[in-house]
């Protein structure tokens, strides 16, 4: 018989741990799905603004033996692509208000002669290409991805 009383007095334990882990695991999953703010990003001051646009100036240049002609494609503030037909030397400044644009200019020329492109962003030249081609062909190309 003392067995049997054994076994008695041993069952309060085992109710008292798994009271214990039924509180616990309310306790844990009420905080889990509750809104604990985070102080870390809750209370952090705004981001700094960007500060005035200013005014861009990209300029594209086209070079190669005087009155020749090519063909020029370059991007316009915008993304927009325009071709022409022009007469070199060529030269056109664009202006923009964008934070960050991808200026570019691609010029061929048929015939005799190097043709060369140039990109200057608010006077700064970015980048200055060399045609390069064959069968009487020249191409350059000048571009840049962010400006």
Not at 31 to 37: A, Q, Y
Not at 45 to 56: I, S
Request: positive net charge.
């Amino acid at each position: 018989m003392k067995k049997s009383g054994a076994r008695r007095s041993s069952w309060w334990i085992v109710l008292v741990v798994v009271a214990v882990m039924a509180v616990s695991a309310f306790y844990v999953g009420t905080l889990r799905l509750s809104e604990i703010p985070d102080r870390a990003i809750g209370h952090s001051p705004p981001a700094p603004e960007a500060g005035v646009v200013r005014d861009k100036s990209i300029e594209y240049v086209v070079t190669g033996p005087e009155g020749s002609s090519a063909r020029v494609s370059y991007i316009e503030p915008g993304g927009r692509v325009v071709e022409d037909k022009v007469s070199v030397p060529w030269r056109v400044v664009l202006r923009t208000r964008e934070l960050t644009t991808s200026v570019g200019v691609l010029t061929q020329s048929s015939g005799r002669g190097a043709v060369s492109c140039a990109v200057r962003v608010n006077g700064f030249e970015r980048v200055r290409r060399a045609g390069s081609g064959a069968d009487g062909s020249t191409v350059a190309n000048c571009l840049v991805p962010v400006a």
